[in-house]
T-cell receptor, first 115, second 115 residues
Framework: KAGVTQTPRYLIKTRGQQVTLSCSPI?????VSWYQQTPGQGLQFLFE???????NKGNFPGRFSGRQFSNSRSEMNVSTLELGDSALYLC??????????????FGQGTRLTVV | AQSVTQPDIHITVSEGASLELRCNYS??????LFWYVQSPGQGLQLLLK??????LVQGIKGFEAEFKRSQSSFNLRKPSVHWSDAAEYFC?????????????FGAGTQVVVTP
């Protein structure tokens, strides 16, 4: 079956702009999490969605937001981009949130560069 | 403070030699433990996981990990490294009390394989 699909793979934006990233989970998976990966901060949790509701949120400013649709696809949005938002954004798909015992499958990520 | 530590940022190993990557965690209770691998330009792939039971866990690609409660460690090993094992390796934990299974990742260990 198809894996987790993230689009686009690469993106270049200018400071102050906004950006929307998309994640299509594995068919049948209902939980989608987002992580930011940077050389300085490593992998950091952004938020998790299940059944179209944000269930958990990391320590990021309000410029970072997301949503999940009825087909479980998720989008994340970053407004008023800053240079420090340059990162690889990874999406993880799980069947259910499941207290850590449910395996998470990661997409290839979207590489965002802010100039 | 809760943390996941990978003491080695970078390891160079010869092809055919053994490999051991260290991971230590600092939590009130034993969390769920994972090792992921990331090849250049790719997302994260799960190598193995530990929830409970047998402390020696077998994973994919010939990797194994040993959980040692007394040392709060979950070290990853491979007896004979192949050139294709060159990648970045991440140790991750999920608190057993976390209903939503949020990962906390270590900083990663970059593995270089020489001929």
């Amino acid at each position: 079956k198809a894996g987790v699909t993230q689009t686009p793979r690469y993106l270049i934006k200018t400071r102050g702009q906004q950006v929307t990233l998309s994640c299509s989970p594995i068919s049948g998976h209902r939980s989608v999490s987002w992580y930011q990966q940077t050389p300085g901060q490593g992998l950091q949790f952004l938020f998790e969605y299940f059944s179209e509701t944000q269930r958990n949120k990391g320590n990021f400013p309000g410029r970072f937001s997301g949503r999940q649709f009825s087909n479980s696809r998720s989008e994340m949005n970053v407004s008023t981009l800053e240079l420090g938002d340059s990162a690889l954004y990874l999406c993880a798909s799980k069947l259910t949130p499941g207290q850590g015992r449910t395996e998470a499958f990661f997409g290839q990520g979207t590489r965002l560069t802010v100039v | 403070a809760q943390s996941v530590t990978q003491p080695d940022i970078h390891i160079t190993v010869s092809e055919g030699a053994s490999l051991e990557l260290r991971c230590n965690y600092s939590y009130g209770a034993t969390p769920y433990l994972f090792w992921y691998v990331q090849s250049p330009g790719q997302g994260l792939q799960l190598l193995l996981k530990y929830f409970s039971g047998d402390t020696l866990v077998q994973g994919i690609k010939g990797f194994e990990a040993e959980f040692k409660r007394s040392q709060s460690s979950f070290n990853l090993r491979k007896p004979s490294v192949h050139w294709s094992d060159a990648a970045e390796y991440f140790c991750a934990v999920v608190m057993t009390t976390d209903s939503w299974g949020k990962f906390q990742f270590g900083a990663g260990t970059q593995v270089v394989v020489t001929p």
